[in-house]
């Protein structure tokens, strides 16, 4: 059976098959199909960075595209493994500049990554389009600096609860004037200030922006003029979500919000002031998704919110719901068969 297609025919054929396992399983299969899926394999997935070496995965996958890598165990989540455990991801950038020119993407999940890690992909990979840093250390902005000013096809840039180091707010400014590729972006973990005038350059310069999720030290008077900038979000992470407000900056907010009609996620609300929530109220009927997990709404409050999300699909929120909050969430279930 092997051989009674051309090559490329089972190369199209396996293209249709996404997932690991099967892969996996495709390539045992003799030893031309192990042959021709090696060279058509785009997507690598590594569940332990230890249980292969760099080179073997090079040398096994010569054309891949992504490559996904998970370090440490998930019990590191809770502080449950020794400093110095390891999960280094340095010799594997080093194999990857070496071998896969054209790698378009990469994603870490809890690895050890340096500034001249970043500073390598950033030189290394042409082409390059998604960077996935979640639950990762070691590195700082410095590193995001180079990242930005060298990957001019960035389209996915997520450090997902990664703990990084701020030494400068301004990292965004290195991203070029003509950048225009960004589709998502997650700064939600960071500390410390970015610099917000080159935020809304950058979101504004962006058509194609769908995903933004802020740190906590963006300012809600200063939401309603990134939401003008980027009125095409589907998701949208709000930086802290307290502030003097003056009537004329929260009717700012209000119709920025109401302007991104697509909206459909919803998270963020550090320190959140509940005489400020209406203004997302609008917003509400057409969410399928709501993280609620860093705020601390509680009560009549909670409730009144979550009653006007008719589409939720997906709520995750901490023990401030009570069971009136859960309540009212199974009514809105029962009423619209979600």
Same mark, same amino acid.
């Given at each position: 059976?092997?051989?009674?297609?051309?090559?490329?025919?089972?190369?199209?054929?396996?293209?249709?098959?996404?997932?690991?396992?099967?892969?996996?399983?495709?390539?045992?299969?003799?030893?031309?199909?192990?042959?021709?899926?090696?060279?058509?394999?785009?997507?690598?997935?590594?569940?332990?960075?230890?249980?292969?070496?760099?080179?073997?995965?090079?040398?096994?996958?010569?054309?891949?595209?992504?490559?996904?890598?998970?370090?440490?165990?998930?019990?590191?989540?809770?502080?449950?493994?020794?400093?110095?455990?390891?999960?280094?991801?340095?010799?594997?950038?080093?194999?990857?500049?070496?071998?896969?020119?054209?790698?378009?993407?990469?994603?870490?999940?809890?690895?050890?990554?340096?500034?001249?890690?970043l500073e390598l992909i950033s030189r290394?990979?042409?082409?390059f389009k998604v960077l996935v840093l979640?639950?990762?250390?070691?590195?700082?902005?410095?590193? /995001?600096?180079?990242?930005? !000013?060298? &990957? @001019?096809? #960035? *389209?996915? =840039?997520?450090?997902?609860?990664?703990? %990084?180091?701020?030494?400068?707010?301004?990292?965004?400014?290195?991203?070029?004037?003509?950048?225009?590729?960004?589709?998502?972006?997650?700064?939600s973990c960071l500390s410390s200030e970015?610099?917000?005038?080159?935020?809304?350059?950058?979101?504004?310069?962006?058509?194609?922006?769908?995903?933004?999720?802020?740190?906590?030290?963006?300012?809600?008077?200063?939401?309603?003029?990134?939401?003008?900038?980027?009125?095409?979000?589907?998701?949208?992470?709000?930086?802290?979500?307290?502030?003097?407000?003056?009537?004329?900056?929260?009717?700012? /907010?209000?119709?920025?919000? !109401?302007? &991104? @009609?697509? #909206? *459909?996620? =919803?998270?963020?609300?550090?320190?959140? %002031?509940?005489?400020?929530?209406?203004?997302?109220?609008?917003?509400?009927?057409?969410?399928?998704?709501?993280?609620?997990?860093?705020?601390?709404?509680?009560?009549?409050?909670?409730?009144?919110?979550?009653?006007?999300?008719?589409?939720?699909?997906?709520?995750?929120?901490?023990?401030?719901?009570?069971?009136?909050?859960?309540?009212?969430?199974?009514?809105?279930?029962?009423?619209?068969?979600?």
């Amino acid at each position: 059976m092997a051989y009674s297609f051309p090559e490329e025919v089972l190369e199209h054929v396996f293209s249709f098959i996404g997932s690991d396992r099967d892969r996996n399983a495709v390539s045992l299969v003799c030893k031309s199909w192990y042959e021709i899926e090696r060279w058509c394999r785009r997507r690598v997935f590594v569940g332990n960075c230890y249980a292969v070496a760099p080179a073997a995965v090079v040398r096994r996958f010569p054309e891949a595209r992504s490559v996904e890598l998970k370090g440490k165990p998930h019990f590191a989540d809770f502080n449950l493994v020794p400093e110095g455990w390891g999960g280094y991801v340095s010799p594997w950038i080093a194999a990857m500049a070496r071998a896969y020119p054209w790698l378009e993407e990469i994603r870490l999940k809890r690895m050890v990554v340096t500034d001249e890690s970043l500073e390598l992909i950033s030189r290394s990979f042409k082409n390059f389009k998604v960077l996935v840093l979640s639950t990762c250390e070691g590195f700082s902005t410095d590193g /995001l600096a180079a990242v930005a !000013a060298n &990957c @001019r096809n #960035l *389209r996915e =840039l997520d450090l997902r609860e990664s703990e %990084v180091e701020d030494t400068s707010g301004h990292w965004l400014s290195h991203f070029p004037d003509s950048y225009t590729s960004l589709v998502s972006l997650n700064i939600s973990c960071l500390s410390s200030e970015v610099s917000f005038s080159a935020l809304e350059r950058l979101v504004g310069r962006c058509p194609n922006l769908r995903s933004l999720r802020l740190n906590r030290t963006v300012p809600l008077d200063r939401l309603a003029n990134l939401l003008r900038r980027a009125p095409q979000l589907a998701e949208l992470g709000t930086g802290v979500y307290s502030a003097e407000l003056r009537s004329d900056d929260f009717s700012n /907010l209000v119709g920025a919000l !109401a302007g &991104c @009609r697509e #909206l *459909r996620s =919803l998270s963020g609300f550090w320190d959140v %002031v509940p005489a400020y929530l209406p203004a997302v109220y609008p917003l509400c009927p057409g969410l399928t998704s709501l993280n609620l997990s860093y705020a601390t709404i509680q009560g009549s409050e909670l409730t009144k919110l979550i009653s006007q999300c008719h589409s939720l699909q997906r709520l995750l929120v901490l023990d401030y719901i009570e069971d009136s909050g859960l309540e009212a969430r199974l009514r809105l279930a029962k009423i619209y068969g979600n």
